[in-house]
């Protein structure tokens, strides 16, 4: 009988016995209406051979018996309601399955019945944690709670093992963050109404490496000032906090004389070593095969964790920024020794807004330029805006002038001495940071000798991390410094000077580019534009970056041509920039654009490149939502948004994601306020369409099947009309300003007798046929039959250094490298070219 079994499952022989056989007498009703419950007909495969009329009956027997089962409960008496409640909790998992089968009923009790003794509560807290606290036992624990809080202070102290035991089991289960923080609130509340001075047993973290100053502290001086400042931390369930909680904070740190804890606390997650998911984890029971990770914070521990993040922040000052900067970049950049923990990243980045302490904007800058996660992004987004706030200036000008100079001066490092060799850090040609080791006797090397590696191991190594931290501030500068191609922003002459063109880093960059200058004395407000490395004209009040789509036709040929004329490589596609401009056919269209639709590309190739230009996408693939793809890149400071749509394409069958996808409509969005409003073509600044289409024209043309020089190899039928139509087709502007740029470089390579441009191809006569490649495709058509040249070269360098190009260009150093090896054909000595040469002579 169930009531039997009960009795004897429910005995611990301790003093609680006698409280839960007291229940089950009580309730004895209950109990054989629960057994009645479990012993009645199920819906199973016997019963389904039955018909449907078998499942209406079964399904009116056991209505029958919890319409029973709730009209009893509901006319239960206080005394046995509580005995009900006991009762139901006992019978929950008695037979050891993993679900609480009566929370409905339990609850429905709890709330109405009062009276509560604390045997009665700690019967249910001890139930409830006999098994792992976790999903399934949460809503359990809370209803335990709910009896709990009716006890008076003497009550509360009855049952405090009972409080504290939950609490641990708590901490140490699997139970949802959400469910854990208000769960955990309440234990701690009850705990400390009847002892303030205790920290519950599980609210510091026992193993983790972080918490080790906690801990000790602690155990030699335990304090009520302590505890108070342990449970203030452990209540902070959001990524910022409140103003009430800030100064409670920095009351509770001073009372407690815990600032040095909370700095090393802070210093421990920045450095110290990781926690393995091996030994602890929110999922070690269902990882295998040796399979781990390590991670910062266990999930439990996440509040706490943050809690002493801010407290670090408010009370830490300076000493604060460089562990926020770094736990930053550890819990939420790429590549590093833990998983990410976007939870603690977001902390320490609007902690960090929060310091009021300049060396944190560097850190800020530092983060912007190398955490990739979109949703850490708009962090440091408002965090940059709040910080900006505090100092009276724009996001954007807070940015510019936040960018590390790494003690380099204008003209580089200064000089350091190591063993007789000296060493310096340069930045050459706007993309290359070296490091040169000067010998005693002059000579110089990149590489460092050993009497450098032997005797001055650590300052070499603080030397080649400079260089890396130097690379990384100059990409960042570099990337940043193109997206103002789309903004249009003008800056006082004397503030660009300063954050600008006398920068050691970002100075590099800008006396490479084209400057536009408004003199004071102007009447008119005429832009003139100053050459790279030169001067500007008159007395310059206002700059602004040069852009091709504001200049003339003649200005943007006599730009261009200085440049190849003076060998004047610029950091980015600047005088060579592509022009996109609205269309009749996209006036027509009205909100979108399809001059990139129905082109078939590669797909893993295409969102990598998303990602390199800082587009963000959704990944294709066979999941809900995972075949319409969005593409989107903020331009113009962020105050416009591109959407680019794609899909996978027609009969791709390339498994979990598609192998091939299909391009389809580029659209226009507005900020509006914290929303995006799609708007029309017309209405967007070209300025913006022009950059945006630029972004996609270059998606299109790199990883579109027409630019493989050996899918018509492959035998397939797939997309071959495309491939045909697409890979000899009109030239994009990207492949015209491809051709401009050849026009000028031809008439100065060796080759040049050999090279006419005709079209969209350049034509190339060697000894045993004539060629033709395609300027966008950069493919091969042989004359007289337009036979096809399969040529599959290792990637190009376009800074290889025997052709000067004024800009970088793989396709355009593809091109010219085949041109070099067609005019000399009688040279090339690869059978698999020389076959396909002379199939057809």
């Not at 501030?473 to 800056?491: F, H, I, K, N």
Request: hydrophobic letters at 40%.
């Amino acid at each position: 009988m169930l009531y039997d079994a009960l009795v004897a499952e429910s005995r611990r022989n301790d003093s609680l016995d006698e409280v839960r056989s007291a229940a089950l007498d009580r309730v004895r009703w209950l109990v054989d209406l629960l057994e009645r419950q479990r012993t009645e007909p199920h819906w199973d495969a016997a019963a389904a051979l039955r018909g449907p009329e078998e499942y209406g009956r079964i399904q009116a027997i056991r209505a029958a018996t919890q319409a029973e089962i709730d009209r009893r409960l509901a006319a239960c008496s206080e005394e046995e309601g509580r005995a009900a409640a006991l009762c139901l909790m006992l019978a929950s998992r008695f037979d050891n399955t993993g679900f609480w089968r009566y929370d409905s009923e339990i609850k429905s009790v709890i709330s109405q019945v009062h009276g509560w003794t604390p045997d009665e509560v700690a019967v249910m807290l001890f139930r409830v944690t006999e098994f792992d606290t976790g999903f399934w036992s949460a809503d359990s624990l809370g209803m335990a709670l709910d009896a709990a809080e009716r006890l008076g202070a003497d009550g509360c102290r009855a049952v405090v093992p009972w409080l504290r035991h939950a609490h641990a089991q708590l901490m140490s289960g699997d139970t949802p963050a959400q469910t854990l923080g208000s769960l955990g609130k309440r234990l701690r509340a009850l705990l400390a109404s009847v002892d303030e001075a205790h920290i519950p047993e599980g609210l510091i973290p026992p193993y983790a490496p972080w918490a080790a100053p906690l801990r000790d502290r602690a155990k030699t001086s335990s304090t009520q000032e302590l505890a108070d400042l342990v449970g203030h931390l452990a209540s902070l369930s959001g990524p910022r906090p409140t103003q009430k909680w800030r100064r409670t904070c920095l009351e509770l740190a001073n009372a407690a004389s815990a600032r040095d804890l909370v700095a090393d606390l802070l210093r421990a997650l920045a450095e110290d070593d990781p926690l393995c998911s091996s030994g602890s984890g929110a999922h070690t029971a269902w990882l295998h095969d040796g399979y781990h990770y390590h991670y910062v914070v266990h999930q439990n521990d996440g509040d706490l964790a943050r809690g002493v993040v801010w407290a670090a922040a408010l009370t830490g000052g300076p000493a604060a920024v460089q562990h926020l900067g770094a736990l930053a970049l550890r819990t939420g950049g790429p590549g590093t020794d833990v998983i990410e923990d976007l939870k603690l990243a977001g902390a320490a980045i609007n902690a960090l807004a929060e310091t009021g302490d300049p060396a944190s904007l560097e850190a800020l800058w530092r983060l912007q330029s190398r955490i990739e996660h979109r949703a850490l992004r708009k962090q440091l987004h408002t965090a940059l805006v709040t910080a900006a706030g505090k100092q009276g200036i724009t996001a954007e000008q807070l940015i510019e002038r936040s960018v590390p100079d790494h003690g380099l001066a204008q003209e580089g490092s200064p000089e350091r001495e190591l063993g007789g060799h000296r060493v310096r850090l340069a930045i050459e040609e706007t993309a290359t940071v070296r490091l040169t080791f000067t010998r005693p006797d002059g000579g110089s090397s990149r590489t460092a000798p050993v009497a450098v590696k032997d005797g001055f191991p650590d300052e070499l190594r603080e030397l080649k991390a400079l260089a890396k931290e130097v690379r990384g501030t100059l990409a960042g500068e570099r990337a940043r410094l193109e997206a103002l191609m789309s903004a249009g922003r003008e800056w006082p002459y004397d503030e660009w000077c300063r954050y600008y063109r006398d920068h050691p880093v970002t100075g590099v960059l800008v006396r490479g580019l084209i400057w536009e200058f408004q003199n004071a004395e102007d009447a008119v407000g005429e832009w003139r534009a100053a050459a790279p490395m030169a001067e500007p004209p008159g007395r310059p009040e206002r700059v602004r970056l040069w852009h091709p789509i504001r200049a003339s036709a003649d200005d943007i040929r006599a730009w261009r041509e200085r440049l190849v004329a003076e060998r004047l490589r610029q950091p980015f596609k600047q005088a060579f920039r592509e022009i996109y401009l609205l269309t009749p056919a996209e006036e027509e269209t009205g909100v979108y654009s399809n001059r990139f639709a129905a082109h078939i590309v590669h797909y893993r190739q295409l969102y990598a490149l998303f990602k390199e230009r800082g587009w963000q996408a959704n990944f294709l693939g066979r999941y809900d939502g995972g075949h319409d793809g969005k593409a989107r890149a903020e331009f113009g400071d962020g105050e416009w948004r591109a959407c680019f749509h794609h899909e996978p394409a027609a009969d791709d069958d390339g498994g979990y994601a598609p192998e091939h996808a299909a391009t389809d409509q580029v659209r226009f969005e507005r900020r509006d306020g914290r929303r995006w409003r799609e708007v029309p073509l017309t209405e967007v600044p070209p300025l913006v369409f022009s950059e945006a289409m630029r972004d996609v024209d270059l998606f299109v043309g790199v990883t579109s099947i027409a630019a493989d020089p050996d899918w018509s190899d492959r035998g397939e039928d797939r997309y071959a009309a495309y491939w045909r139509t697409a890979t000899f087709g009109a030239l994009t502007a990207s492949a015209e300003v491809r051709r401009e740029a050849l026009a000028r470089i031809l008439p100065r390579l060796k080759i040049a007798e050999r090279c006419t441009l005709d079209g969209r191809f350049l034509l190339v006569r060697g000894d045993l046929r004539t060629y033709r490649i395609h300027l966008g495709s950069a493919n091969i058509l042989m004359e007289p039959d337009d036979a096809y040249l399969c040529i599959v070269p290792a990637r190009p360098s376009s800074s290889n250094g025997k052709v000067f190009l004024p800009f970088e260009d793989d396709r355009l150093a593809l091109i010219l490298s085949k041109a070099f090896l067609l005019a000399a054909d009688t040279e090339i000595t690869d059978e698999s070219i020389l076959m396909q040469i002379k199939r057809g002579v």
